[in-house]
Each structure stands twice: as C-alpha cells, then as structure tokens.
C-alpha cells in the first residue's frame, strides 16, 4: 500500500506557476480505508503532459457524492472564484458531480470564471472544440433530466388519482373544523389555544387557516 499521506486543500511548495497554468487537483474517496493513490497519480502525470502547473491538491475522504457537504469542494470553488486558479483537473466525472445538473452548475460558473476544467478518464477539456460541444451536450442531458422527473412525478400523481388515492396531506375532518370554527367565533382564543382545545387533532397551520377564515365573517356584534 501506498505510503503517500495526503492533505486536504494543501498549497504545493513549487516555483512560481506560469501565467494560467495554475492547476487545482480534486480527488474524492467514499470510504476512509480507500487511497487517492490512483486518482493523484493519474492526475499529476497528466498535469505534467500538459504543462499545467499543480498549485494545490483538495481531497475529501469518506464522503459521498451525493452529499451536499463537501468541504474540500467547497474549499475549490472558493479558490476559483478568487482568482487563485486558472485550471482544475479531476479523475471523473463522478468524482467530482453529484449530479448531471450540479455538473453543468460547476461548469457554468467556471467558464464564467474563465476556469478551465478537466476530466481525464473521460477525456473532456473546456478549453477544446470537442470539451465546449460536451459541455452544450450536458446542459442538454440536464434539461432532459429534469423534464423526465416532472413527467414522471406528474405521472404517477395522476395515476393515483385515477386509483381514487388522496395526494397531500389528510384532509381535516368536517366535525374538527366545525369545532374550530365555533372556538374561533365564540371566543377570542389565540390559534394556539384553540388548536389545545381540540387535543391537536389538526396542525397548527391548519387551525390558522380555519380561524382566520371563520373570524372574517363572523357578525360584529355592536
């Protein structure tokens, strides 16, 4: 096993980059028992093919690539957004995206940054004519991802309610909010007292809504 220790979000001790070689390296592992051994490798040797200049190395360990906290990424998109970069280089797609939209979010903002981005084992570069046609593909692949979740979200909504299934929240019972609206009325308790009263058999909002509404037209007694 590899002995290289490894230091999230390191700043490399080279000589001064030449101007827009400045390379950030992100690598991701799911679990703390596996290396980045593979990804680092594979990436410094091809920065050095490239003449990209590795400035720092950000690495998150045991964390997946579905979560939302990534510090070592966030850490990254910090550094491109103050100018402290001018390229960033990545094993894969996966190792870096949540997603096929959080990839196209990522790109975006790079190619406004005037970042270049790399993914070596799926061969795309932003600064070739081919990285710049797959980056149009992915916004595409992204807008075709969400309209097939809305499709099939709206799908199975009418299914349901083609089986008779009530979607969204049980509906209150016509005794509770005959009750409601005789407290409301006939008294001037605050929507939470009132919701007390009649043991939280109906949530809060909803004793809000049924109060407010029983209120408005109750007469005005002079």
Known sequence: MSAKVY???RRRATPRPRPGTRTALYLRVSTA????????????????????DVVRDY??????????GRPQLSALMAAAR?????????????????????????LEEFDHLGVRFVSVQDQIDTDSPMGRAMFTIIGAMAELES?????RVTAGMQAAEARGRHLG?????????????????????????????????ASRGIVG??????????????
């Open 147 to 151: 309209s097939l979740i809305s499709e």
């Open 169 to 201: 929240r049980p509906a209150t019972s016509p005794r509770i909010v005959s009750e409601i609206e005789k407290l409301a009325t006939s008294t001037d308790l605050s929507v939470r007292a009132i919701q007390k009263q009649i043991a939280g058999r």
């Open 7 to 9: 230091h999230s979000g």
């Open 33 to 52: 028992e596996q290396k980045p051994d593979l990804q680092y490798d594979g990436l410094r040797g091809y920065a050095e093919r490239a003449g990209l």
């Open 82 to 106: 103050n100018q402290e970069i001018d390229c960033v280089l990545v094993w894969k797609f996966d190792r870096f995206a949540r997603s096929t939209r959080h990839l196209l979010v990522a």
């Open 59 to 68: 690495c998150d360990v045991a964390v997946s690539g579905r979560r939302e």
């Open 209 to 222: 809504e049924i109060t407010k509404r029983a209120r408005a037209v109750r007469p005005v007694i002079s």
